[in-house]
Every structure is written in structure tokens, then in C-alpha cells.
């Protein structure tokens, strides 16, 4: 399995039986160009995580990809189809198997700011994607997480506390677009982890082995 990280939560992973693109946004670049594609997710409708004018760019070039996101966001995306997903299901993407995880909610950033829904990606029972929460992905062992780092809704000890509770073979980095220096971030994990788990900082458009 190959990852591309594009900056922020947007993230190319390719199975070697799929090519599936997360969280196309706007804090995010270098991806427009992107091809052979089976599937975009989409974890849910932040600006930061789904940019209507660069899905329809990709659609383009990627016409037989599979648009998946929630409902809420499918409802705003005009003029666009795609597929509904909750958790609790198990989506065939190309050669790969995607199991949608968590609660079906964004964390919570403050009593005042109304809940949004939001999915989890589990792919092939290896690499979580989990949106903007710490939901458990479900699975004894997990290869990597990608894992949130900065934003509105968390602070570092509870990035840290996740890390420990999932406690993957490998940790990347994710989400960082709001940081000033995301690497004080990045050496919290490194030194707080578990000691099994690895970290790994990928160059930005730069595929790495998962």
C-alpha cells in the first residue's frame, strides 16, 4: 500500500487494487491532477475537507470514480452526484474493501456549534481515515492511522490519548493546516506514542510505503 499526503486531511491511498482519493479540500493542493482514480471520499462537508470546484476538476478527469460522502454533504454538493455512506457499511472500491467507522458525528467544537455527520474509511482493515474524530476504528490491530493533529475541536493530549487507545503499527500525521509549526505536534507522538508505533512524516506529494 502507497500514500500520498497532499497536505492537510487530503490523502491518496493506493492499495495496488485501488486508488482512492480522501478529503479533497481547501487547505489542500497538488491533487487537481490526479488520475485513475476509483473512488473520492469524503469524510464530511468542512471547506477544509471538501472543495466543490476541485471534486467536479477531478470528476472530470476521473469519470468512472465513485464519489462517496454522507448525507449531509451529498445535499450540498450541487449538481453533483454521489453515494451515500454511514457506519456500519462495507463499500467494494475497485480491488478494495472499505468499511465506513465511528459514531456519524464530528467532534464536538463547542455546545453552541451544532453537530455535523461525519464517516470514518477504514481501508482493507489497514489505514483509517477518521475524519474529524476520535472514534476507535473497531479492529484489533490497525497498520496506520491517520491522525488528525490540530483543529479547532482538539488539543494535543487527546491527539495523544487516541494515538495510545488505536495504537497502530504506524502513525501519520494528518490535518495540520492550522498549525504554525505542526513538527511540535509531530514529536509529542513521537515521544508520548506507544512504543510500537512508528511515525511517519511524509514530503507533501510524495508517495510513501504503508
Known amino acids: 500500500m502507497k500514500l500520498t499526503h497532499y497536505g492537510h486531511a487530503c490523502v491518496l491511498v493506493d492499495t495496488g487494487a485501488a486508488r482512492l482519493l ?17 473512488a473520492i471520499l469524503v469524510t464530511h462537508q468542512h471547506f477544509d475537507h471538501v472543495d466543490a470546484d476541485a471534486l467536479r476538476t477531478l470528476l472530470r478527469a476521473n469519470p468512472d470514480a465513485a464519489l462517496v460522502t454522507d448525507g449531509q454533504t451529498a445535499g450540498q454538493l450541487d449538481g453533483i452526484d454521489a453515494r451515500t455512506a454511514v457506519p456500519g457499511d462495507v463499500l467494494a472500491l475497485g480491488g ?10 464530528h467532534a464536538q467544537i463547542h455546545p453552541d456549534i451544532p453537530l455535523v455527520a461525519n464517516n470514518g474509511y477504514l481501508v482493507d482493515g489497514a489505514l483509517l481515515h477518521p475524519g474529524d474524530a476520535y472514534v476507535p476504528p473497531g479492529v484489533d490491530e490497525l497498520a496506520t492511522l491517520l491522525l ?4 479547532p475541536w482538539l488539543k494535543v493530549s487527546e491527539a495523544i490519548d487516541y494515538l495510545r487507545s488505536v495504537a497502530p503499527r504506524r502513525v501519520v500525521p494528518i490535518h495540520e493546516g492550522t498549525l504554525a509549526d505542526p513538527t511540535l505536534h509531530y514529536r509529542f507522538f513521537d515521544n508520548l506514542g506507544p512504543d510500537a508505533t512508528t511515525l511517519l512524516v511524509p514530503d507533501r506529494e510524495t508517495a510513501v510505503d504503508v
Open 22 to 38: 480522501f478529503d479533497p479540500g481547501a487547505f489542500s493542493s497538488g491533487f487537481s491532477g490526479l488520475e485513475g482514480l476509483d
Open 96 to 105: 478494495a474493501e472499505v468499511s465506513v467507522v465511528g459514531s456519524g458525528d
Open 148 to 151: 488528525p493533529t490540530g483543529a
